[in-house]
């Protein structure tokens, strides 16, 4: 660990946080402890928080407000508030990060064997821009452990899977492939991941002739399998509009059950600061708002209400996550916002939703999906 500095053990933190530690109500002592973690590197700062909530004791999930529950892909979600891929990569953490009062973990990103990923240093916090950049490119355990975690919980929540490709395989549409027949059994949804910008030539599967194949082949695993869990779709913020029109006309073909809007991106707004914004990968985190919500208000359209969307992108406060439900998402994730504000960010958030349900006089969430789409589909 950077500067000396070790993960405490399962023992030293039950000492510390006493045999009652109840994870949320005590959920400050993560957040207080946000500005020791920045002193770490990046990656030795979250390995330090997954130890630590591997080692509390389980809570189940909150009750949230009846008015916050979703309906989507043939499942029931709580409230809309999902954890964002890449923070529980290998399925480490789902029940602890539920009990904060998540409405979805979404596991991974997980390939069929495991990789160690790019080269350290690969994550870069923008302070000064609240974003972050990696190139950590799939660096994961691999399937085996993943399913060994899945299949020992006690299911109180919705966990998904997001799947990827080992940079060296011959064949990354049989990877994914793989991934759904591995999953699908243990995971509540499946996520076909071929937006990363870490793994070279990944992002060339999201042309329509590669992913009409990648679809067909990945869907009729899934139904093969004796078990017809929803199989998603998480696309970059990057494409250029004919290249969307061609994902969603293919994903609409296919019959995907949803899509996830979006991974992070490749470009640098010219309004970043901070030192680390010419490191090369993915920016996430609140430079990528803008971009990413655009990018969920043209695919919301494009769908007709064909499928439902998951808003990812930038997503730090209440009023960002009503910007997205109001640009077209059923659902929504985030993980950089965390870095930031930290867990607490999770109630904060479903309060805000409420208060703004208040506010508009409806029911519920379901009446303001998409409002605002025409309007931020046609920002330049």
Request: with cysteine; charged share 25%.
């Amino acid at each position: 660990m950077a500067g000396g500095v070790h993960p405490p053990s399962r023992e030293t933190i039950l000492r510390c946080t006493g045999s009652n530690f109840s994870l949320r109500g005590n959920v400050n002592l993560f957040d207080l402890a946000l500005p020791f973690a920045r002193l770490l590197d990046p990656e030795d700062a979250h390995r330090l928080a997954i130890r630590g909530l591997s080692a509390l004791p389980q809570r189940p999930p909150p009750a949230d407000d009846a008015r916050l529950k979703v309906e989507a892909f043939g499942l029931t979600f709580p409230n809309p508030l999902g954890l964002a891929a890449g923070f529980d990569k290998n399925a480490e953490v789902p029940d602890a990060m539920l009990s904060l009062g998540f409405g979805f973990v979404e596991c991974g990103t997980l390939t069929p064997r495991p990789q160690t990923g790019n080269p350290r240093p690969r994550i870069f916090r923008l302070p000064d821009d609240r974003g972050v950049i990696n190139r950590l490119g799939f660096n994961n355990e691999g399937f085996a452990p993943a399913v060994a975690r899945l299949k020992s919980r006690v299911r109180r929540g919705i966990v998904g899977a997001n799947l990827g490709a080992n940079k060296d395989t011959a064949d990354r549409t049989d990877d994914y492939v793989d991934g759904i027949k591995t999953f699908a059994p243990h995971a509540d949804y499946l996520t076909i991941n071929i937006s990363s910008p870490n793994t070279p030539g990944l992002r060339d599967l999201q042309a329509a002739e590669a992913l009409d194949d990648l679809l067909a082949r990945a869907l009729e695993a899934r139904d093969s399998a004796g078990t017809r869990k929803p199989v998603l779709l998480k696309i970059a913020p990057d494409l250029s509009l004919p290249e969307l029109d061609d994902v969603v006309k293919v994903a609409r073909a296919r019959r995907v059950d949803g899509m996830i809007v979006s991974n992070t991106t490749v470009s640098r707004p010219d309004f970043l600061r901070d030192v680390n914004r010419k490191e090369s990968g993915g920016l996430s985190g609140k430079p990528l708002f803008d971009l990413s919500t655009r990018m969920l208000a043209r695919t919301y359209i494009r769908v007709e209400n064909q499928f439902p969307l998951i808003g990812v992108g930038g997503i730090d406060s209440a009023e960002t996550a009503w910007k997205k439900i109001r640009a077209g998402a059923t659902l929504l994730q985030l993980y950089s916002g965390m870095v930031y504000r930290g867990f607490g960010l999770v109630d904060e958030i479903k309060s805000g939703l409420l208060s703004r349900l208040n506010a508009a006089g409806g029911p519920s969430l379901a009446a303001n999906i998409g409002l605002d789409a025409r309007d931020l589909a046609a920002e330049p």
